[in-house]
C-alpha cells in the first residue's frame, strides 16, 4: 500500500515538473524575434533534458494579442506576447512608461527608466495572474501622415488612428487636438490610401513592418512615446514547473530578449533609413513647439491619473 501511494506521489510530482506551454506572438516566422524565440524554445527544451516545450505560435495565426489574452484566460493558451493596450489590460501601471512626450529622443533614458521599474511592473503582472520572462524594447514612437504637419497648430483637426479602447492613446489626440478614428491594425494601411485617416503612429521597424510607408508620405520627427512589450505566461502553469526549471527558463529567456533588444535598436534606426530612403519627409518641428510638449504632457497625465495609471505608477516615472 505504501509502495502504491509513493509511486501515485512520484507520479504527480514528475507530471508537475514537466509541461508544455503554448504561446503565441505576432511576429512573422522569419522575423529576427521570431528566429529568436525559436532559439530560445530549443535551448530551454535541452537544458530542462526535454520537460520543459514551449510552442510558439507565430504570424498571429492564434488572433491579435486581445484573441490570444481571451484565449489564455480561457486555457487554450498558456502564454504570449503583448504590448502597449493589451498589456495595459493586464496591469495598467505598465502604461506608465509610455506616456507621452516624457522622454523625447532619449531612449537611452527611457530603458532605463524601465529597468528601475521593472520589479514593481512584474510584481504587479503576478497579482494580475502573469509572469514576466522579460521586457522588449519595441521603440520609440512617431507619428507618419500622408499629409505635412510642420508645427502643433497644424496637428489640430488632422484624422488620426487609434487603436479602439486604448484611453492613453486618446488622451494624448485629445491634448492635441488630433481627430480619432479608431479602427482595427489590419485597416490602417487601407484607411491611409482612402483618406479615412490621415495619419498613424508606431515605432520605425512597425512601419515598415506594416507597409505604411508606402502610403505616408511625412514623419514628424520628434519622438511621441517609448513603446515597450512583455512575454508572459500565465501563473496557473507557471506554478506548475518546478523552481529549478523556472530559473533555467528565466536565466534562458534573458539572454534572447536582452540579445533581441540589441538588434531592434539597430533595426528601429534601419527603419529610419529606409523610409528616407523611399521619399518620406522628416518634418523637424520649432524649438518653440517642442517646448510646448511638457504642458501638454501634463494634460494628459491629468487625463489618465487613477483611471489608466496609478498616482503611485507616475510618482514612480518620477519625470
Not at 535541452?46 to 488572433?63: F, P
Not at 502604461?95 to 530603458?111: C, G, L
Not at 499629409?147 to 486604448?166: R, Y
Not at 518653440?288 to 495609471?309: H, N, W, Y
Request: charged share 25%; glycine share 6%; proline share 3%.
Amino acid at each position: 500500500m505504501r509502495i502504491l501511494f509513493f509511486l501515485f506521489t512520484l507520479t504527480i510530482c514528475l507530471n508537475a515538473s514537466a509541461a508544455k506551454l503554448k504561446l503565441a506572438v505576432l511576429a512573422p516566422e522569419g522575423t529576427a524575434w521570431a528566429n529568436s524565440l525559436k532559439k530560445m524554445t530549443k535551448e530551454i527544451k535541452k537544458a530542462t533534458n526535454d520537460k520543459i516545450k514551449l510552442k510558439v505560435y507565430y504570424g498571429g495565426v492564434a488572433g491579435d494579442e486581445s484573441d490570444v489574452l481571451r484565449k489564455i484566460r480561457v486555457g487554450q493558451l498558456h502564454g504570449g506576447f503583448f504590448t502597449g493596450k493589451t498589456l495595459g489590460e493586464i496591469y495598467s501601471d505598465i502604461r506608465a512608461i509610455e506616456v507621452p512626450f516624457t522622454f523625447h529622443h532619449q531612449r537611452e533614458k527611457a530603458w532605463e527608466k524601465l529597468e528601475q521599474m521593472s520589479s514593481y511592473f512584474n510584481e504587479g503582472l503576478r497579482k494580475n495572474g502573469f509572469e514576466n520572462l522579460g521586457f522588449y524594447e519595441i521603440g520609440q514612437v512617431y507619428v507618419v501622415s500622408t499629409k505635412k504637419v510642420s508645427n502643433l497648430e497644424q496637428l489640430k483637426g488632422v484624422k488620426i488612428w487609434a487603436w479602439e479602447g486604448d484611453k492613453l492613446v486618446k488622451a494624448m489626440v485629445d491634448s492635441l487636438g488630433l481627430v480619432s478614428v479608431p479602427l482595427a491594425l489590419p485597416d490602417v494601411l487601407s484607411s491611409l490610401s482612402t483618406g479615412i485617416i490621415e495619419a498613424a503612429y508606431a515605432p520605425a521597424t512597425g512601419v515598415i513592418a506594416l507597409q505604411w510607408q508606402t502610403r505616408i508620405k511625412y514623419l514628424i520627427d520628434y519622438p511621441v512615446a517609448f513603446s515597450v512589450g512583455a512575454l508572459l505566461i500565465d501563473n496557473k502553469n507557471w506554478k506548475k514547473i518546478d523552481p529549478q526549471n523556472q530559473k533555467i527558463i528565466k536565466e534562458i529567456a534573458q539572454k534572447y530578449i536582452s540579445e533581441t533588444n540589441k538588434q531592434m535598436i539597430s533595426d528601429n534606426e534601419q527603419a529610419l533609413a529606409i523610409m528616407k530612403k523611399s521619399g518620406v519627409e522628416f518634418v523637424a518641428f520649432p524649438q518653440s513647439d517642442i517646448a510646448k510638449s511638457k504642458p501638454i504632457r501634463s494634460d494628459v497625465v491629468k487625463r489618465i491619473q487613477g483611471s489608466v495609471v496609478s498616482k503611485a505608477a507616475l510618482s514612480k516615472l518620477g519625470i
